[in-house]
Structures are given as structure tokens and as C-alpha cells.
T-cell receptor, first 115, second 114 residues
């Protein structure tokens, strides 16, 4: 089973709809991240969380909100989707331990299309 | 603000060739640099991580170098294979207190033809 899973994998929705993307991990990591990727651009950080009570905005948080329901779950919401939020969304996790590797582990991505 | 640029955007080579992918960054005060591989329908997989104090890292046919003072990194792939076809992304971590926030380049889409 994959260590980092994302649901749904694909979603088509209409402008103005509320959408939630979910991420779950079995790696036991405390740090979780949400990124978006647009064609021709690198990944950009939306939100990140160091633990259940510590949530931080990334470089492009406007129009998004997040919820860390448990250490293993981190959800991204679009309260009122707009077409320019059409993108590929990735969740990632990382151990916060000093002795842990600095590598982030990524989920398979959610392709979101807003019409 | 840190900016990361990758050249070329796309590369097509015949099987067996050695190749180099380039990554440049504007702020040399980095904590580390990573190279990732992205396959369609799958997430990113970390290939190599170079700490700011290191000059290079090797894994199998892959070798990544880092010249922090000039703001450059290269990923060298030896004896390329069709299975190497993917998008390669480099990412820099700005500092030890950055919360592991990464700044990514746009990626190089590599095609290795049989």
C-alpha cells in the first residue's frame, strides 16, 4: 500500500462549488504539505503543517483553507472554486525529527479541473 | 525571493547517451538541494539530496553536483535508458529554519528513445 494517498485522484467541478481534497499518510510523519503544479511551472506551496495544532500559509494560500484532522490526515479545501485553480495538487509528508531524512514524500496527486 | 530555473525545459536523446540537466538558483544561502523525478500519474520521488556543505552525491547512474557560490547544480545521467524518461525537478530548501519549505524549478522533461 502507498505511504501517502490522495483522494480523489481526478475531479471536475464547476465554478463556485466547494471542493475538498484529502491526504492520508501511514509514514508516521508529523509534517505535511500541500502544493499545486501548473503546466510549465514548478510546484508551489499552498499550506503546510508541523503538527495538528500548527498550520502555516505557503506562498499561494489565497482561496484555499486546510484542516489537520489528525497526524495522518491533512485536507485542502477550495471554498468557492474558480477556473484558475485548475491544477495538479500534491500532498507531501516529512519527518520532523532531527535525525530524520530531509526528504519529502509525495502522494500521487489530484488533478482538479474547474469549469 | 529565491527563484529556481531549469534548463532545458525538454530534452530528447537516444538510448545510451550520457546527459546533463541543469538547475540554477538566485540565492546561494541554501540549506540543501534535491533532485526529484516525476512520472505521469505518480507523485515525485526524491533521487538525490545534496547538503549545502557537499559538492556532489551519487546513486547508481546518477550524479548530482552543487556549486553553491555560483548558484548551480547539475544532474548527470550516465548511459540513459528508456526507463529514465520522466520529468526531473530540482528544489532548494532556503535555510535550516525554513520549515523544510522547498522552492521548485519548472522541471526538465526527458525522453530517452530506444
Amino acid at each position: 500500500d502507498a505511504d501517502v494517498t490522495q483522494t480523489p485522484r481526478n475531479r471536475i467541478t464547476k465554478t463556485g462549488k466547494r471542493i475538498m481534497l484529502e491526504c492520508s499518510q501511514t509514514k508516521g510523519h508529523d509534517r505535511m504539505y500541500w502544493y499545486r503544479q501548473d503546466p510549465g511551472l514548478g510546484l508551489r506551496l499552498i499550506y503546510y503543517s508541523f503538527d495538528v495544532k500548527d498550520i502555516n500559509k505557503g506562498e499561494i494560500s489565497d482561496g484555499y483553507s486546510v484542516s489537520r484532522q489528525a497526524q495522518a490526515k491533512f485536507s485542502l479545501s477550495l471554498e468557492s472554486a474558480i477556473p484558475n485553480q485548475t491544477a495538479l495538487y500534491f500532498c507531501a509528508t516529512k519527518s520532523g525529527l532531527i535525525t530524520g531524512t530531509d526528504t519529502q514524500y509525495f502522494g500521487p496527486g489530484t488533478r482538479l479541473t474547474v469549469l | 525571493k529565491q527563484e529556481v530555473t531549469q534548463i532545458p525545459a525538454a530534452l530528447s536523446v537516444p538510448e545510451g547517451e550520457n546527459l546533463v540537466l541543469n538547475c540554477s538558483f538566485t540565492d546561494s544561502a541554501i540549506y540543501n538541494l534535491q533532485w526529484f523525478r516525476q512520472d505521469p500519474g505518480k507523485g515525485l520521488t526524491s533521487l538525490l539530496l545534496i547538503q549545502s556543505s557537499q559538492r556532489e552525491q551519487t546513486s547508481g547512474r546518477l550524479n548530482a553536483s552543487l556549486d553553491k557560490s555560483s548558484g548551480r547544480s547539475t544532474l548527470y545521467i550516465a548511459a540513459s535508458q528508456p526507463g529514465d524518461s520522466a520529468t526531473y525537478l530540482c528544489a532548494v530548501r532556503p535555510g535550516e529554519t525554513s520549515g523544510s519549505r522547498l522552492t521548485f524549478g519548472e522541471g526538465t522533461q526527458l525522453t530517452v528513445n530506444p
